[in-house]
């Protein structure tokens, strides 16, 4: 049974004439007929009587449209709502953020979004940089705000935000008190970087490869934030993108240094390269964009 044929039952029992159902539905009469001859046979049922000047349904006709009139509105209805989802009107939108990063970021971004589309629900992810690669690549998660490199190559990724990035001393540090450093100058001072899987992490390493050191590193966290406290209270040094640095905190924060080489974090919207970008996404994606032209 097809839902064309359910359609063109309800519209001969409404019209009561296999005619006027026929021009109502631009069909040729013949061609109606034979359809709900058909659809009788495969019922073993008459849905109707044939009287000479009109039709009338039969009690299995009376049946017969009551159900199908909710099959049909059911079925309008979810067009209705599949065609909303294709418009990007409803759905979901999953979003994976760093922790700090998308603290600074997405509070910029989500009203303007939300107001464009109030039917999307926007549900936010954290995790660690290699967390939400992993999330992305098996479709967990519809785009990400990560931290250049990205490792895996299926991932598509657009820069949004570009910031310098700090070295952070204690206040009591002697260098406290200048301007700029040179990292290189550092190789013998002791670190606290962040953990395994975090994209700050290797920017942090690779820094200090370029200025021809591994970094001798007492302490790691999960945490950036953390890492500056602890930096704070003198346990070492670590690095900063400027939007940390600009993040007011209870605690007395670091002093916040210029490296000489004035070096630079991007941060990237990734999302998997075969995935049909919907207009939430792409207005999404825009958001964040213009924001990081503002940062």
Known sequence: MELRQIRYVLAVAEERSFSRAAARLHLAQPSLSQQIAKLEKMLGVMLFHRLPQHVELTDAGQRFIQVAQELVDQAEG????????????????LVGSLPITGAFVLPRVIPAFTKQFPGVELQLVEETS??????????????SLLT????????????AIHEEIYLAVPPTHPLAGEVEVDLASLSQQPFILLKEGQGFRQISLSLCEQAGFRPRIVFESSNIQTV????ASGMGLSFAPKMITMAPGSIT???????????????????????????PVEAFIGNLLEQGQLM
Do not use: C, F, W
């Open 228 to 231: 500056q406290s602890l930096v």
């Open 130 to 143: 290699s967390r939400l690669e992993q999330l992305l690549v098996r479709g967990k998660i519809d785009i």
């Open 78 to 93: 979810l067009e209705r709502e599949m065609r909303s989802y294709a418009s990007g009107e409803t759905g979901k939108l």
């Open 148 to 159: 250049m490199p990205i490792a895996d190559p299926n991932l598509e990724a657009i820069p």
């Open 253 to 279: 924060p670091p002093v916040y240094l210029r490296l000489s080489n004035r070096p630079k974090r991007t941060l990237v919207v990734a999302y998997r390269k075969d995935r049909h970008l919907s207009r």
